[in-house]
């Protein structure tokens, strides 16, 4: 098992290592970084020496190569506004991790019973009804949903604030926004996954031995129907923690996904670059948990990571 983990961890290197090109490539096709720190203020010579101490005159295979090594070093650079980037990363990040854990929390609490329930009363007027709850939830657009809930919470009623995380009641809004639409697309899934449990033979075996029902589909049915359950939870997640981006600009969050949107407003050529080199990092950790969390869904996954 430690084998395993240890190996999936050596493949994110080359993973991490292909993104941030990629990022470190397109963001240089973008603009000069020292024109946008020059403005209307230096002369053309100025401007020329400028890039040269920044080192933009080198071929970017070079000005990559040092960007890494000073990463290795845990130097992600200063923006082009004298601001460390890990400093006003690791500031951002705790309010992104707080809202995406909150957000997931939600849609399990959500979406695992309402599937669990259509599935057993398929086909009924109560599946029909959560079914197409579902796909309400699907089709509303979360900016749009956003801004329904500030203008009836915060504006007409005043219950809660409308942008900013001052308190806990701030946190409410962008979380269940957020969840909405993942909510009904797991509600979908535990929906699909059930069903293909909820009659198998082994279950018939545990009825016929006297296991009651709910029994059955709580400890039977839905273990062995967590693996795509996880897998889309999982993938939630990690795309959360890369920045729920849409939302935190509704509700002026204070996170990484808003702060990289304020970086290429603003040209901020470092900041972006490793904003998204370190949320890489940690969609690439998120993404390990899940497989990680397979084994423990499925005896026959860690049966085979024990094998290996």
């Keep these: 098992m430690w084998k395993y983990i240890l190996k999936r961890f050596l493949l994110l290197i080359p993973t991490i290592l292909v993104v941030s090109f990629i990022v470190f490539f397109l963001m240089s096709l973008t603009g000069d970084a020292a024109y946008t720190i020059a403005g209307d203020s230096m002369s053309d010579a100025q401007i020329e020496e400028l890039r040269e101490s920044m080192g933009l005159n080198d071929p970017i295979l070079v000005r990559y190569a040092k960007y890494m090594g000073n990463v290795l070093q845990g130097d992600l650079g200063t923006s082009i506004y004298g601001k460390s980037v890990w400093s006003e990363f690791i ?60 203008l009836f919470f915060s504006l007409r009623m005043e219950l809660l604030p409308s942008f900013g995380a001052e308190s806990w009641k701030s946190l409410i809004m962008p979380a269940v926004t957020i969840s909405i639409s993942n909510a009904a697309l797991v509600s979908r899934m535990t929906r699909s996954s059930m069903l293909d449990n909820i009659r198998a033979d082994f279950l018939r075996t545990a009825r016929a031995k006297g296991v009651n029902e709910k ?3 709580l400890k039977h049915a839905l273990k062995n129907a967590l693996i795509p359950i996880i897998t889309i939870l999982g993938s939630q997640l990690s795309s959360l923690i890369g920045g729920a981006v849409a939302i935190e600009v509704v509700f002026a969050w204070p996170g990484v996904g808003r702060l990289i949107v304020e970086s290429i407003r603003g040209n901020d050529f470092p900041m972006v670059t490793g904003c998204v080199l370190m949320t890489t990092v940690f969609v690439a950790l998120v993404l390990l948990l899940v497989d990680i969390l397979y084994a423990f ?12």
């Design 91 to 150: 500031v951002r990040l705790p309010h992104t991790v707080v809202l995406s854990v909150a957000s997931i929390a939600l849609v399990i609490i959500l979406s695992v019973p309402i599937g669990i329930i259509a599935a057993v009363k398929q086909n009924t007027w109560i599946d029909t009804a959560l079914s197409s709850l579902a796909i309400v939830g699907l089709s509303v657009p979360g900016f749009w949903l956003g801004l329904l809930l500030i």
């Design 215 to 217: 029994t059955v589909i």
């Design 297 to 308: 869904a499925d005896p026959r996954i860690k049966a085979q990571y024990v094998k290996k």
